[in-house]
């Protein structure tokens, strides 16, 4: 396969569609599930899917926020490869054991091992996206994934329609995906040089560790995300978990569009980076942060007064008695994609052990929060639970970015001097 030169604009406008089909995605499988198969089945499907972008923080191992910023390729394409594999196939295994957890036979237990392998595909995709972004093809990324989501939605709601089984499509989803990424990501791959499969377990070992501060506030993240679920579980019907996992869809798409933001311009601020041009960074995140926090406004504004009332239509819900938990949960929204993006900054710089320190902190506000507010407060308690946990987080990611850049700028001031000498 023969690909062509991507100027500035296809980057962005191909990274905008992978990042605007994998927001929908969920909120398209949701409302397909609601409308053919009825509450309940939702909140099964709104619980497995969730769990499913757990483990695949599992399987990913955060190792593509190393890999697509390794612009001096310290790693091979093999070492992220089998790195991958080994992740996927270890998520897999606690995917079963969750799953197993439900009883295999049963419909949770059922979907959340067909939701897990549809992740894992996914996750086994991630490795080549990352591959294209490091070679500042981020546009290939996008195409990507706004064909296997696309496809994916289609192959999902056409088999539920037909088989009005929640497992089976789900199936018929994973098994398409995965053909997918030999039609088409493999033969992408193929553009690039060093695309071998090839053991190295030394590097394999060195990249792991490297990953390892990363995976742990990736999987923490993700588990502050979850824990009102889990909470819901435990205190809540069924029902009350599927109207959470639809106010809380939006919060997600939030988030998600906030990556076509920055991920275009990774490559570029580590190059700024590792240059100590520390005012370009600082102009990055300036003007990503008011991105951010307009795409929030609006949000907000189309949530509350637009976005409620349709969704009350769409999915056949009266969910207007739940307007100051979605706005809850939309804040919650905006403090994630600014945690996100905090994430993405450090990670750059390098600093996997300060953000995992701060997921860690994050952690033990999630603990205790989500069971006491949800036993107590219900839905309102699970939205509380996450925006508290989410700007403690945001503001801790933000001091110790500018800390970061402080102590970066003094180093670079120290360079001439030290090299006079």
């Given at each position: 396969m023969k690909i062509g030169e991507a100027d500035g604009k296809q980057k962005y406008f191909w990274n905008m569609a992978g990042s605007v089909c994998s927001a929908t995605l969920s909120v398209i499988l949701l409302l397909a599930v609601n409308r053919i198969l009825g509450e309940e089945e939702g909140g099964f499907f709104s619980l497995a899917y969730a769990n499913a972008q757990l483990m695949m923080v599992i399987g990913g191992f955060e190792v593509r926020a190393l890999?697509?910023?390794?612009?001096?390729?310290?790693?091979?394409?093999?070492?992220?490869?089998?790195l991958r594999v080994i992740t996927i196939v270890l998520m897999l295994m606690i995917c079963a054991v969750y799953a197993g957890s439900f009883n295999f036979g049963s419909p949770k237990g059922k979907a959340v091992m067909v939701f897990g392998a549809y992740k894992a595909v996914e996750a086994l995709a991630d490795v080549f996206s990352g591959m294209f972004q490091q070679q500042d093809r981020i546009?290939?990324?996008?195409?990507?994934?706004?064909?296997r989501m696309m496809v994916s939605t289609i192959v999902f709601v056409s088999a539920l329609l037909i088989c009005?089984?929640?497992?089976?499509?789900?199936?018929?989803?994973?098994?398409?995906?995965?053909?997918?990424?030999?039609?088409?990501d493999l033969p992408l791959a193929g553009c690039f040089r060093d695309t071998e499969i090839w053991l190295s377990f030394k590097k394999i070992k060195t990249l792991f560790w490297a990953a390892v501060p990363l995976?742990?506030?990736?999987?923490?993240?993700m588990y502050i995300n979850n824990a009102p679920r889990y909470a819901i579980e435990a205190y809540c019907t069924d029902v009350e978990q599927n109207v959470y996992g639809i106010l809380y869809m939006p919060s997600f798409v939030m988030h998600?569009?906030?990556?076509f933001l920055f991920r275009p311009v990774l490559v570029d601020m580590k190059a700024k980076w590792d240059s100590h041009d520390v005012a370009a960074v600082k102009r990055y995140m300036q003007k990503s942060s008011l991105f951010i926090l307009a795409i929030a406004i609006l949000c907000i504004w189309l949530g509350?007064?637009?976005?409620?009332?349709?969704?009350?239509?769409?999915?056949?819900?009266?969910?207007?008695?739940?307007k100051n938990t979605f706005i809850i949960i939309l804040l919650y929204g905006m403090f994630n994609a600014y945690n996100n993006y905090f994430y993405y900054v450090l990670a750059v710089m390098r600093k996997q052990k300060k953000i995992m320190s701060a997921y860690i902190l994050a952690l033990a506000c999630m603990s205790f929060l989500a069971?006491?507010?949800v036993r107590n407060q219900g839905l309102s308690g699970a939205a509380l639970s996450s925006v508290l946990t989410a700007a403690v987080l945001t503001v801790v990611l933000l001091v110790l970015s500018m800390i970061t850049m402080a102590g970066h700028k003094k180093a670079a001031f120290r360079l001439p001097q030290s090299s006079k000498r």
């Open positions: 890999q697509s910023t390794d612009i001096k390729s310290e790693f091979r394409f093999q070492t992220y490869f089998t546009d290939l990324c996008g195409k990507a994934s706004a064909l009005r089984d929640l497992s089976i499509a789900g199936i018929c989803m994973t098994t398409a995906s995965f053909f997918l990424l030999f039609l088409y995976f742990i506030s990736a999987f923490i993240m998600l569009f906030s990556l509350v007064w637009i976005g409620l009332p349709v969704f009350s239509i769409m999915y056949g819900i009266d969910l207007k008695i739940y069971p006491y507010l």
